[in-house]
């Protein structure tokens, strides 16, 4: 899969779409359908800022494919968040409700900024007018956004409140909110729960012993703190952490609670007293068992892919490997867990979230975590059976799997 030109990231996601509908033996016609984005919509997201100035931000929100569902898929804030990297992510929501089961589409939404330069009350206005001017293509039934990256349950509850504003108390219009007012216990520290999970049965699978085992984790906001914490619990080391600022390094194990309150009140990663300070280039090449992307994508390139020291990659961050690093890693004889089956965990609990708000009706905690792990652990056995009956890879696995699911609702619900 060697490319001369720079693929955009949706080009990139594409590639494994196509490696799909190829071996399912797709028509041009379907596959050009399922390929492209339903609808696209770019808007202005004006904000009145603290000292009175207007900034103008760009707003996206994309909705690839709706054939098994309303339209799923988180709202990310972040600088680099333009439309190209939005419909990727997108179309990796398609792919992965479908294999993880869930009655949803794919889609993702986008404002590009750094959320971290603005004030509270600037980011409540910001996301109550980028609500307003996607709000035609909401609903429950429709489409129902979720936390991503620079977002969170507070951004969630703006959301509900402008959309509530307009067609009345609608929690089941996002996922992700506050327990308070209608989130799913289990949601916030679901995505890391079932990307702990993952490892340890991956691990497991591939030899290893997850009691000692080393990880490294990239990024330590929702996905990685969560992922860490959990990781402990199973009794793995966890070596290495970094935030976008940089990381840290100790070779017996960083006490993870520490970290965490180290973070909490400095804002950083580095600079905790208990590890080494190491940059992001530097904690991906670190001698480990397992890494774990979670931060931002296309982290592992052609170029980092041959000095990586790890056995097995699990992605928990959206598309953090290029498909260059991908055959690289392949041909290397390391593992890669793919993205729309490792962290699948959140859209698991926001269905769940979403199911309780339309039955106006609350699950235990333990009851979310154990169905959360019993749909990760379906998808994970389909997708292991997969790759070791086609000697494929757990990547084409997966997305074979999905876009056979949404091929075959797209031509049951006869769209063309
Ligand atoms: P977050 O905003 O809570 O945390 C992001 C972390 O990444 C922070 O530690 C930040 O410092 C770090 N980071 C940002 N830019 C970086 C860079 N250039 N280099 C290194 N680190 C950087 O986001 P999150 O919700 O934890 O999401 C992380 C990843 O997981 C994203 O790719 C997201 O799409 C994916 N994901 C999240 C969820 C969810 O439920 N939150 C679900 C599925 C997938």
Redesign the pocket.
């Known amino acids: 899969m060697a490319t001369a030109k720079k693929l955009t990231p949706f080009e990139e996601v594409n590639l494994f779409f196509d490696q799909a509908a190829e071996r399912l033996g797709l028509a041009e016609g379907r596959r050009e359908m399922l390929r492209r984005p339903w609808r696209e919509l770019q808007v202005q997201v004006p904000v009145r800022m603290d000292d009175g100035h207007i900034n103008v931000y760009n707003g996206f929100r994309i909705q690839h494919n709706g054939a098994r569902g309303p339209y799923k898929g ?1 709202v ?1 804030y972040h600088p680099e968040a333009d439309q190209d990297e939005v419909r990727a ?1 997108a179309a990796l929501m398609t792919w992965k409700t479908a294999l993880m089961n869930l009655p949803f589409g794919g889609a993702k939404g986008g404002v590009q900024v750094d959320p971290t330069e603005l004030s509270n009350e600037e980011l409540n206005r910001l996301t109550r007018r980028y609500t307003i001017n996607i709000v035609h293509l909401l609903a429950p039934n429709r489409d129902i956004p979720a ?4 977002t969170n349950s507070q951004t969630m509850a703006w959301m509900m409140d402008a959309y509530g504003q307009i067609h009345g108390h609608s929690p089941a219009c996002v996922t992700g909110k506050p327990v308070e007012i209608g989130g799913s216990l289990g949601r916030e520290a ?2 890391g729960r079932g990307v702990s999970y993952l490892i340890s049965q991956a691990a497991n699978d591939m030899g290893m012993n997850p009691d000692g085992a080393r990880i490294v984790i ?7 703190t969560w992922t860490a914490k959990l990781l402990q619990e199973y009794g793995c080391k966890v070596v290495g952490v ?3 600022q940089g990381g840290v390094y100790n070779s017996n194990g960083l006490d993870i609670a520490a970290l965490l309150e180290h973070q909490n009140q400095s804002g950083v990663v580095p600079g905790f007293a208990g590890g080494d300070i190491i940059t ?1 280039a530097e904690l991906l090449e670190l001698e480990c068992d397992v890494l774990v992307p ?4 296309n982290v592992v390139t052609a170029e980092n892919a041959p000095k990586l020291k790890t056995k097995l990659i699990v992605e ?3 598309h953090p490997l290029t498909p260059e690093a991908d055959d690289i890693l392949a041909e290397r004889g390391i593992r890669v867990m793919p993205d729309i089956l490792v ?1 699948a965990g ?1 859209v698991i609990v926001s269905y769940f979230e979403w199911t309780q708000n339309l039955q106006e009706f609350r699950w235990e905690e333990s009851h979310v975590n154990e169905e959360l792990i019993k749909i990760m652990a379906r998808a994970y056995g389909e997708v292991r059976e997969k790759a070791q009956t086609e000697g494929i890879t757990h990547r084409q696995a997966a997305f074979h799997i999905g876009v056979e699911r949404v091929a075959r609702a797209v031509e049951l619900r006869g769209f063309v």
């Open positions: 988180g990310r992510l936390p991503d990256m620079g679901a995505t990239q990024g330590f906001g929702n996905v990685g970094s935030g976008v992001n979670a931060a931002i994508g928990a961050a959206n962290n959140g």
